[in-house]
């Protein structure tokens, strides 16, 4: 068999494949690989940052109908793709030696929580912010689409309004559209991240997040939380109080310009 | 060329030596004709075939391998491929893409795994039985027995981990086991 083989080589019926062949091979293949983990990270931390921003985690707290508009709410398309490109991870780097001596579990979760680790820092920063108000102006290929997408979603028995002002029993806001709406508060309304239940720290000019049945232009409150609306987001946090476990209060202080920045960093400093 | 390793007979051939595989094919024909003979169980002149193919595209892809790590797991990685393939043009099996047992660990360290029959035992069965064992559980058992390969090896060249090695190799021993005395009974 051995001389037939060679003989096959020497008269070139059989050719050795060059290096260079098996290096850009390598090349593309590891291309290819930290490709799809961007995308995959991209798509988790877009998932994140949605959910963030539109509260959609807070649905879940009003029973069933919270569920049933959460799971509405919940970008579940790329959240799927998301999951389906983990797998296509875990696939490709099966291929990598030593990864394949160890089952596939340990492989899965690491990969898993890697993803996950970065997908969540990157959802808190300003990346998302930056992309989305891109998106608005048009100037987003590709992805612009998905953003702008999730700006247009409106969910049922939920709606998001500016305090113009409050008394002991309702709260009064105007939403983006203009539309005035009376909030009911009653003693089962339930306020995020205050346990006293009191509105008290829900001031004039604060954006709230309310859940529940309206009638007319009125809206029997479910839940009310305080909401930070996209444009309200800085583009760089100066200072920022750790939230105090009993007032349950976020101070941002969003730059208003430049020179009120330089203020706002010598009273820190001097404090 | 006798006194060289496969290792750097093959970075020989790497570098032009077209004589020099020669010396591998000599090195490993007989290995690969029983993995194939036992792997596949058909008649010689198809084994001859496959065979060919295998250090054929062994010679075609050399460059590929790296001298710093083994040449025989990396041989029997192609030789794993290409029987597999000549299994599937057959369709006797289809053999998945997902096998639950790769999923999860399994604690079957080789040296301490208990073995309950003698490795004589195991040939006589083999010899009879491998036939009827799905190749999920008939390659690693030709390969430990026959080809005398670590679960390392093993794992490198079927590219499972290693505790589903053991794990395999513990449930064809054990299916082998039922299938030779249904044989020894028929027999009787």
Redesign the interface.
Known sequence: MDSDIIEKIKSGEVKMKPKTYFILKGVLFGFGLVLILFFTIFLFSFVLFVARLNSILFFSTFGLWGLKTFLISFPWASFFVAVGSVLLLEILTKKLTKVYRYPIIYSFLLILIVILAVSLFISKTTAHKKLWEKARQNQLPVAGRLYQDYETKKYRDVYVGKVLEKTDKDIRVETEKGEILDIMVTRKTYFLLLPDRKKAEIKKGNWILVVGKKNGDKINALGIRRVKRLEELPLKIHYIKPIDRFNATILVKPPISNERIEINRKEIDLK | MSEKSDEEIAEMV?SGD??A??AL??RY?EKMMRYAQKFLSSHEEEI?DV??VI??KA??????FDPKRKFSSWLYRIAHNELVNTLKKKRVVSLSLFNLD????YFAAENKLKEEISRNQMWEMVNKSIEKLEPKYREPLILYYFQELSY?EI??VI??????VGIRLRRARKKLKSIYKELESDHE
């Open positions: 790497q077209i004589d595989f020669a094919i000599n024909q001859k065979i060919q250090f054929i010679y075609k892809n050399i460059q590929s790769t999923f999860v660990p390392k794992s490198d590219r499972i981990p290693i505790s589903t």
